[in-house]
């Protein structure tokens, strides 16, 4: 569609979400924004869509291009500000958007992490970004070692987010699942990263079957068919994961604390989210955001 008509689409489906999730007003003191949330989330959303995947580049493009659309859009610095405060907004609406599609009531999900650098790995003992934040880990699919965070992504069996975490690299890919699966039962896909004992049995507790790939010196008893039907649907996630690095640029860190790398984490996460509920709603396949709007 058009871009004028993918902007108002996106504006439509925010302000639906955000009139059922706010029914109080969200600041008890100071004044009232100029630009309304719903406009300024808008705004992130079909930013993203444009590849303007920075605070910057969102502010920049439509102050140049649709301000006659948003006459209120003030200065970067509180558009910044703004976008940055209604961080858990974005993440329910998110989740409602999911929960609309019924990514919660799938029974089937699939897990799946990803590396997000800080800085090359030779300048990380000088960087001063994340410092006590951030920290090293090893990228298997790059075969290379880096400094910064890592994503984990939840999908269902269609590619709807439905659950994620953003984490220090560090920490052990298996010690953040339970963070992410409270809202879902059934099969959960993995890789041999989430081989865990302990974590299947605990998964059992709250109905969820985790099946993983096995390594090479581990005997696998379960039919060989089933494992590659296992496998062959946990690409979806690889693809999922693909449209965020590729299009949303979500691998890349363009912030400078946690707070706004949250925000822009998310951001991403709630960008795609809205792209699949749009061709949800409009009958088209799901992860195909090649025709959702003319650029």
């Given at each position: 569609m058009p871009v004028e008509d993918f902007i108002i689409t996106v504006y439509c489906c925010v302000a639906e979400s955000y009139g059922e999730l706010v029914t109080s007003p969200l600041r008890s003191r100071g004044f009232e924004t100029k630009l309304s949330d719903a406009e300024v989330i808008t705004l992130e959303i079909v930013?993203?869509?444009?590849?303007?995947?920075?605070?910057?580049?969102?502010?920049?493009?439509f102050h140049s291009h649709w301000h006659h659309?948003?006459?209120?859009?003030?200065?970067?610095?509180?558009f910044v500000k703004q976008s940055a405060n209604l961080w858990l907004l974005k993440e329910?609406?998110?989740?409602?958007?999911?929960?609309?599609?019924?990514a919660y009531n799938d029974s089937i999900?699939?897990?799946?992490?990803?590396?997000?650098?800080?800085?090359?790995?030779?300048?990380?003992?000088k960087s001063r970004c994340f410092q006590g934040e951030a920290g090293y880990?090893?990228?298997?699919?790059?075969?290379?070692?880096y400094y910064g965070f890592e994503g984990h992504l939840i999908i269902d069996s269609r590619g709807v987010l439905c659950?994620?975490?953003?984490?220090?690299?560090?920490?052990?890919?298996?010690?953040?699942?339970?963070?992410?699966?409270?809202?879902?039962?059934?099969?959960?896909i993995a890789d041999k990263g989430y081989i865990r004992p302990l974590l299947s049995e605990e998964l059992k507790w709250q109905d969820i079957d985790l099946q993983t790939s096995l390594r090479k010196n581990m005997k696998d008893s379960r039919d060989k068919s089933l494992v590659k039907q296992l496998m062959s649907a946990r690409r979806l996630v690889e693809t999922v994961i693909g449209q965020l690095s590729e299009q949303f640029h979500i691998e890349k860190i363009r912030?400078?604390?946690?707070?706004?790398?949250?925000?822009?984490?998310?951001?991403?996460?709630?960008?795609?989210?809205?792209?699949?509920f749009l061709n949800y709603s409009l009958g088209r396949q799901l992860l195909q955001f090649e025709a959702l709007v003319q650029i």
């Open positions: 930013g993203e869509f444009m590849g303007k995947d920075t605070d910057k580049g969102v502010w920049r493009y659309w948003f006459p209120q859009l003030g200065s970067r610095a509180n329910q609406m998110m989740r409602q958007l999911a929960r609309q599609m019924g999900h699939i897990i799946d992490g990803f590396p997000m650098p800080v800085c090359q790995l030779t300048r990380a003992a880990s090893y990228c298997a699919a790059k075969d290379e070692k659950g994620y975490t953003f984490a220090n690299a560090s920490i052990d890919e298996r010690d953040v699942v339970q963070d992410m699966t409270a809202d879902i039962s059934g099969l959960l912030a400078r604390d946690l707070w706004h790398a949250q925000n822009r984490f998310i951001r991403k996460l709630l960008a795609h989210t809205v792209g699949v």
